[in-house]
């Protein structure tokens, strides 16, 4: 064994013979660990949860609907819903910041479909690349329309599930060549299957999404579109780029004011919004507090340590009689201070976890155990460790063994 | 063994500067048994912390076994203290919470070389006659007890000087004799051991002894005469 290996086991050794003053060394690291691991298995969870609604909301997304506001519920009119153009789709990717993805929507109902002896009237959906990520709609099977694909003005075609079915049955769509109007269109991919949509208004798993290119000037010959969808990665900044593409497209549209918009800019619902805000700052709060906490163990155990040296100098002189380096002692508190702080560690993770999974059992929140919060309490308590336990190390290789040896006060 | 030629050593103190060793010089040879022997506050504390190598000398030349270890650093000492000296307390100073056999196994942490703690252990405890007591706590052994652990501490890794510092303080006249008994078979074994105390009867058992007064070795100047017998006719221990 080299003399690190066992200058560390013979810690290891007093630690376990000093049990009750480890434990209560211990316990400020603990708790300070069982917090912050629970916050952030419940921060994790709660993040997750939100996701999905974003996802299946999609809240991180603003529409501009062609037509003015009046026509937002009869999209079908054709009033005004010659206004909005791919230009404006490109500009406002050019000019407008804070935004993800952007991508043009054409779309036509009743469009028919034939597959040898099968056919499908279904609504075509002419879009860019990214309205797959946009949507949060994945395929299942095959790929999405590619920029390539838009470029060449491709006649490829990605399937809802439901048409998917009804023109194969066997699901084996991907490389098939169904006709689309009468055209020839490569199936690329299948949509994951996503069912009725939250007011149940439409099937959105009855679709066919093509290129816009294709659709544009190959099958529905027009060049207006329905919608442009843009992505917002961070939902704070939603009301501000909405605001902005309003400003961009009166301008564009050359609307005066006082005048109707020929566009109508919709934001998602705020419902969720709010939902994430409350938890955000609750965990900012808790997270404060399980640090502060953290910080509290870590003085503990310093002023813990502090005084054993001061108990222990005799032991520390001794020490250094018997063949101990400075650099021995100060190593020796050190591994002290990381051993204890490292079980605090392992049940502060431990209490933290079991806390988050019952305050999820109970209903009381959303919790996801990761290694996040593992490794992220092992950290902390390791941190903890170091930093508090340099200084009482550093103080005990200082103490000067001529002097404790000698009590003259038998 | 031990040289120390004119070794001098200050403290300051805010602004008051105390010399406290003045110019010590004497020579201890290999295999001897000596003394050194002075009053409370003569510096004696001082003068064992620079023999045992706890603490650098100011001035003058401090040798053990032929090498100079006046202005080493502290890892060359501590290396030192490891392989030549075993050191015996007045206070014993064993940890509490660990067995005999633990307290004697200590020293090997430091050791340089890796040895097999427990065998070694064993045997330094049958050397002073405690084989049955190797996993008592100090707190569960005689004051008489507790010092021969240490000195089976002091001697498993095996070194040529035993420093003991006032080793029969605590103890009573039995004990302390017993002890003093170990000591003159160590020296009979080959090693050196130096005794500091201040306590005439103590000082009477070994071969030699150095007066050390006011910071300075007294009374005996460079300590080359032979085994002075006709100092172990005195009293046994306190």
């Not at chain 1, 999209?75 to 000019?95: F, H, N, S, V």
């Not at chain 2, 050791?111 to 070694?120: I, L, N, P």
Request: hydrophobic residues 45%; glycine residues 10%; charged residues 25%.
């Amino acid at each position: 064994m080299s003399r690190s290996q066992r200058i560390a086991r013979d810690v290891f050794t007093s630690l376990l013979a000093n049990k009750q003053r480890a434990f209560l060394m211990m316990l400020g690291v603990a708790a300070g660990v069982a917090v912050l691991t629970a916050v952030i298995a419940i921060g994790q969870g709660t993040r997750e949860r939100v996701m999905e609604l974003v996802q299946v909301h999609n809240l991180d997304m603003i529409m501009v609907r062609a037509g003015g506001e009046v026509q937002i519920f009869a999209p079908q009119a054709d009033r005004g819903l010659a206004a909005l153009t791919e230009p404006d789709a490109r500009a406002i990717e050019a000019e407008i910041s804070d935004i993800g993805k952007v991508s043009v929507v054409q779309a036509q109902r009743g469009i028919n479909l034939v597959y040898q002896d099968r056919s499908a009237a279904t609504r075509v959906f002419g879009v860019d690349s990214g309205f797959s990520e946009i949507r949060y709609r994945p395929v299942s099977q095959g790929e999405f329309i590619t920029d390539a694909d838009v470029v060449s003005m491709a006649r490829v075609a990605v399937l809802g599930d439901k048409v998917a079915k009804a023109l194969f049955p066997e699901g084996d769509a991907v490389g098939k060549v169904i006709r689309v109007e009468n055209d020839p269109y490569t199936v690329k991919g299948v949509f994951r299957e996503i069912g009725q949509t939250a007011n149940g208004e439409e099937d959105q798993d009855d679709r066919l999404v093509i290129p816009f290119s294709t659709s544009s000037r190959r099958l529905l010959n027009r060049p207006y579109l329905e919608q442009i969808i843009i992505n917002v990665p961070d939902l704070d900044n939603i009301p501000e780029v909405a605001e902005r593409i309003r400003t961009l497209l009166k301008s564009r549209h050359a609307i005066g004011a006082g005048e109707a918009d020929d566009f109508f800019v919709r934001e998602p619902d705020d419902v969720v919004d709010a939902a994430m805000q409350t938890p955000a700052t609750l965990f900012a709060l808790m997270a404060a507090v399980s640090i502060v906490a953290l910080i509290a163990g870590g003085l503990v155990i310093m002023n813990l340590m502090l005084i054993a040296i001061a108990q222990r100098s005799k032991e520390i002189g001794l020490r250094r009689a018997l063949g101990a380096r400075a650099s021995d002692i100060s190593r020796q508190f050190l591994l002290e201070s990381v051993f204890i702080a490292l079980a605090g560690g392992v049940v502060g993770v431990v209490l933290g976890l079991a806390a988050a999974m019952g305050l999820d059992a109970a209903g009381l929140a959303v919790s996801r155990i990761t290694w996040l919060p593992i490794a992220v309490g092992f950290l902390a308590c390791m941190a903890v460790g170091i930093v508090f336990g340099v200084q009482p190390a550093r103080k005990a290789a200082h103490i000067d063994p001529a002097t404790t040896l000698r009590g003259r006060a038998a | 063994m031990i040289e120390a030629i004119n070794i001098s050593k200050s403290y300051r103190r805010g602004n008051v500067v105390t010399d406290v060793l003045k110019g010590v010089s004497f020579r201890v040879r290999k295999g001897e048994f000596v003394a050194i022997m002075g009053p409370s506050g003569s510096g004696k504390s001082t003068l064992l912390n620079v023999l045992g190598l706890l603490d650098s000398p100011d001035g003058g030349s401090y040798l053990l076994d032929g090498v100079d270890y006046s202005e080493t650093d502290d890892e060359t000492r501590s290396a030192a203290r490891s392989r030549l000296i075993g050191f015996v307390f007045q206070q014993f100073h064993l940890l509490d919470r660990a067995t005999a056999l633990r307290n004697v196994t200590l020293p090997l942490l430091y050791a340089e070389v890796s040895r097999d703690g427990t065998a070694r252990a064993e045997r330094a405890l049958e050397a002073v006659g405690l084989t049955h007591r190797k996993h008592y706590l100090p707190s569960e052994l005689s004051g008489g007890e507790q010092q021969r652990v240490a000195i089976a501490r002091a001697l498993i890794n095996d070194p040529p000087l035993i420093l003991a510092d006032e080793a029969t303080g605590n103890l009573d006249a039995t004990s302390g004799a017993e002890v003093l008994d170990i000591f003159r078979n160590l020296v009979r074994g080959g090693r050196t051991v130096v005794l500091i105390t201040h306590d005439k009867n103590v000082a009477d058992h070994a071969d030699r002894i150095l007066g050390f007064s006011d910071g300075r070795i007294a009374g005996n100047d460079l300590g080359m005469r032979g085994r002075d017998t006709s100092t172990r006719t005195a009293a046994p221990g306190p």
